[in-house]
């Protein structure tokens, strides 16, 4: 499996996820998909600050953030064919995934934790859900990150995906505004999601 960082545009990530559409509804992936759309531009973004040595902790819905991290788009087209499009794992090129909604964010912390003790200089950067991030796991993560010593955790940035939606619920209607968090580890960036929860939007029969 190759690696190394490439400049993805926004056309070239959405032909990616187009192909695995396409690939669904011929009956090639027996298994959900979960795919991206419609946050491209913003991902390249927050990925020109993530170096090839930081660790990158995505969820489900990972496919763009394994292309931008600099793994293989065969590899990756690969791993979705063979069912694991929920769960792109490559600890070689520093990217792990977890399908259980919150359960990255404690794995984020100790991570973080481990590399800050054994004086290791990478980054560990944490993807969720809007409707993920007003989870109490999530909160103890991040608080507990934030008590570290006197900084925290610099080496770990959260970053929240809001769509509005937990798969079709919409996060607004359940919590009625955002929590604020009172440290700088976490950024969002909001979005319309282009396709939907999982699949493509059409039912397929086997």
Known sequence: MSCGKRDWTPEE???FERRIADRFLAKEIRCPIHLSGGNEAQLISIFKGIQPE??????HRSHYHALLHG???????????????????SPEHRFLTSAIVGGIAPIAVGMAMGLKRNSDKAGVWCFLGDMA???GIVHEAIKYAAGRDTRGLENLRFVIEDN?????????LVWKGQYQFHDTSQE???????YPHTGVGTWVEF
């Not at 930081?54 to 969820?59: A, E, G, K, P, Q």
């Open 133 to 135: 991030a007003e989870m």
């Open 188 to 194: 969002r960036y909001e979005y319309e999601r282009l």
């Open 54 to 59: 930081d660790w990158v902790l995505s969820t």
């Open 164 to 172: 509005g939606l937990s798969t079709n619920t919409p996060t607004q």
């Open 71 to 89: 793994i293989s788009p065969d590899w990756v087209e690969a791993e979705i064919l063979e069912g694991r499009s929920m769960h792109l794992n």
């Open 13 to 15: 990530l959405a032909a």
